[in-house]
Each structure stands twice: as structure tokens, then as C-alpha cells.
């Protein structure tokens, strides 16, 4: 996130000594993005950062696919999906490119105190449907809710703390490329803009906390190019004192996105929240419908040429949709038009506001399903647009 956050103790000037009370020093690490070119933070550990006492031979984690080339609307009920364990574990992916895989979890076990997780491929988004807790990072505590996005940058360290008895849905989006707020919020300084649907203040930064300063064995599953790389360090890697700059992971909650509406019906770009140089995430949120005399709330058909659209449904009743339940995804593939089911174009018709709540991922490249997602498909959904019949409207 392009604004600028300090926590805990370090030096006057970067790149100087920083002195322990015992007089040995403290190691300064720069955690960045794109090179040195990209954003960065300075953290300060207790200890070297790089003290590997083993690393296990790499175990696959890439998603198995279920179908490539495909021009077929989907729907699939998410809660369907067989999932438990761990965060890591409980993850089942079910739609991916080059750029991003979307995966669903139902984690029902905390990690292990000493044991964590960092992708070093990706940039994470968790966005929690149901569920509490704690994520535990080097940069500090970010307690969550449901409706929060936990965006969490490649490279950091990390474990989950669901609270116990709290039933956990998760949304997990992987992303090859940087995820950052829309440029057209921010003005050349990255000041979020007035007209932006969220300002810095909406964003919630980790909470750090005293540096454990223990020695042992302390696994950490690293993601990459697909695999699970279990690298062990001989001190605990939340060692830090202190941290400065502007990358970290933070949270963000969808009730604070606050929606933009017109008098006509307006298109999906109003939603955006995040964007990537390859897809978008965005908000449908609580708000009023259009306010033309003539307005149809309901959105018009239009084509997917360029992208391929995915809907995540939160809670309520999308206005555009029929026998849609929490939890399901639905896939609108690039190539062929889409649009409202049968009647609710009309139906939307006088309509004042409506209470849906939804994520949206809109991928410039195609999607594959994996096969964890064919085997729960609905195989009617693209079906479901037949049986129109037209209506008078007064």
C-alpha cells in the first residue's frame, strides 16, 4: 500500500548501526518489491534473518487441471468443496492461469505455534466469508472478521489463528503480479483521492508485537514455482523490533468500501477495490439502486471479449441471479455475452436498493477449472438463461 507506517524501535538514519543493549548489533533487512525499484519496508531482527539449518526436498502443489479450452458458463457451490486442516492444507483451488489461482478453504485447526507459511511466488488475498482470528506475521498481529480482504505480499511470514469454535469460509486469490489499489483512486503522490469508494483510514495496519527471541527448529513452507519448499531456521523468524516504510500486509474490510451509484445503471469498474497488471477484484456492496425515472437496476447483457468474469456470492440475493447460494462461484467465460437471468431484468424494474454482498475477479487471460471444481459443478447453469418470455412493463 502506497502510505508510509513505522512501528517499534529503529535507527535515526537507514543502513546505520543499531546497537542492542548488550552492544552487538541489530540485522536490518529490506523487504521489497521489483528489484529495489518497487515498494519496501526496513525491518530490524534480533538476529540474522538466513539461518537455515535444513531444507526438505519440495513437494507439489500446483493445481491439477480439470478442462483448458472451454466457452461454457459455470456455476460452482463453493461450501461443496471437501476441505479441512490447516490454512495451507484446507486450501482447494478451482480456477487458475498463468496469473492467478482462486482457490476456497475451510481451515478447522489453527498452525502450529513454530511452524508458518510464505509464498514467494504470490501475492495473497484472503477474504473471510465467516469466521475470527488472529494472522500472525513478522510485521505483527492483524486481527479479522468476516468481510475482511487480508492482502498479504509475496515473502512475508506467516501463520493463521482462527479463533476456536469460529467456523472459517475463506476466499484465497494468488497473484503472480503486485496487488495495489486502483491508480485512478490515487493522485501522483499515491494519496487516495476524494472521489476514491475508501481512504487510508479504512485500511488496518498489524499490531507489532515483542520480538520472540527463542532458538530451535522453525519449518517454514515456502511456495515456490508451485512447490512447497519446507525450509528450517534455527531461531524464530518473528524476531523483529521494529519495522518502517510502505509494504506490509493489511487488512481491509468490504463493509468499508462505500459503493458508487447514479441515476443509470452503472458498470463494474465502480466496484474495483484491488487491481493487478492481469485481473481486478471488486465490491458488490449494499447500496441504492439508479434513480432515472426510466432506470432498470438490473445490469444489461454485455460481452466478455477481453476477460473472463468470476463471482464469489457473500450474502443476500443478487438481483441478477436465480438458484444462487452462499458460498457458489459462478464463470463467465471471455468470448460470449452474459447477462441477468430470465425475469429479473424486469423484475429489477422499481426496485429501490438491494442488500447483496459479492466479490468479483475479472481476468484478462482465460481460465482452466481444476478438477476438484468439475467434480461439484452445477452442469445446467448454462442452461439456465433459456425459457424467456417477454413482459409488459406498464
Known amino acids: 500500500m502506497p502510505f508510509y507506517q513505522k512501528k517499534g524501535q529503529f535507527p535515526h538514519k537507514r543502513h546505520t548501526q543499531f546497537a542492542k543493549p548488550d552492544g552487538t548489533l541489530h540485522h536490518e533487512q529490506l523487504f521489497g518489491t521489483i528489484g529495489f525499484d518497487g515498494m519496501s519496508s526496513l525491518l530490524y531482527h534480533l538476529y540474522p534473518p538466513t539461518m537455515v539449518a535444513s ?13 483448458r479450452e472451454h466457452i461454457t458458463s459455470r456455476r460452482v ?14 486450501r482447494v483451488p478451482l480456477m487458475f492461469n498463468a496469473d492467478c489461482v482462486i482457490a476456497v478453504a475451510r481451515p478447522d485447526a489453527a498452525d502450529a505455534e513454530a511452524r508458518f507459511y510464505k509464498n514467494a511466488d504470490s501475492d495473497e488475498v484472503v477474504f473471510i466469508h465467516d469466521g ?9 498481529d492483524l486481527q479479522y472478521t468476516p468481510g475482511d480482504y487480508l492482502v498479504i505480499p509475496r515473502g512475508v511470514i506467516h501463520r493463521w489463528a482462527p479463533e476456536q469454535g469460529s467456523e472459517q469460509r475463506w476466499l484465497v486469490i494468488e497473484s503472480a503480479h503486485p496487488i495495489v489499489t486502483p491508480k485512478r483512486y490515487r493522485n501522483h503522490f499515491g494519496q487516495l483521492l476524494e472521489h476514491s469508494p475508501y481512504c487510508e483510514r479504512d485500511f488496518r495496519s498489524p499490531e507489532l508485537q515483542a520480538p520472540v527471541d527463542e532458538t530451535g527448529a522453525f519449518p517454514i513452507d515456502i511456495r515456490k514455482e508451485g512447490m512447497i519448499h519446507t525450509v528450517t531456521y534455527a531461531r524464530h523468524p518473528f524476531d523483529v523490533v521494529g519495522w518502517d516504510g510502505y509494504h506490509f500486509p493489511y487488512a481491509f474490510s468490504i463493509h468499508d468500501f462505500e459503493p458508487i451509484t447514479g441515476r443509470v445503471h452503472q458498470p ?5 477495490t484491488f487491481e493487478t497488471n492481469a485481473f481486478v477484484i471488486c465490491s458488490f456492496c449494499p ?45 463467465h467465460p471471455g468470448g460470449i455475452p452474459h447477462g441477468p437471468h430470465p425475469g429479473t431484468y424486469e423484475g429489477s424494474i422499481g426496485k429501490t436498493g438491494t ?3 459479492a466479490v ?5 487471460r482465460p481460465l482452466r477449472l481444476t478438477q476438484q471444481a468439475i467434480d461439484i459443478e452445477d452442469n445446467g447453469y448454462h442452461t439456465s438463461w433459456l425459457g424467456y418470455t417477454p413482459k409488459k412493463i406498464n
Open 55 to 67: 531444507v526438505e526436498a519440495p513437494r507439489d502443489a500446483r493445481p491439477i487441471e480439470g478442462v
Open 268 to 272: 463494474p469498474p465502480v466496484h474495483q
Open 360 to 364: 468479483m475477479v475479472d481476468t484478462f
Open 287 to 331: 447500496r441504492l439502486y439508479d434513480y432515472h425515472p426510466k432506470s432498470i437496476p438490473a445490469p444489461y447483457n454485455h460481452s466478455n471479449i477481453d476477460s473472463d468474469e468470476v463471482l464469489y456470492y457473500v450474502e443476500g440475493n443478487f438481483m441478477s441471479r436465480k438458484g444462487i447460494s452462499r458460498g457458489d462461484l459462478t464463470l
Open 355 to 357: 442488500a447483496e454482498l
Open 132 to 140: 475470527t482470528g488472529t494472522l500472525h506475521t513478522m510485521f505483527g
Open 77 to 90: 457451490p463453493g461450501f461443496q468443496a471437501p476441505s479441512s486442516g490447516v490454512a495451507l492444507a484446507s
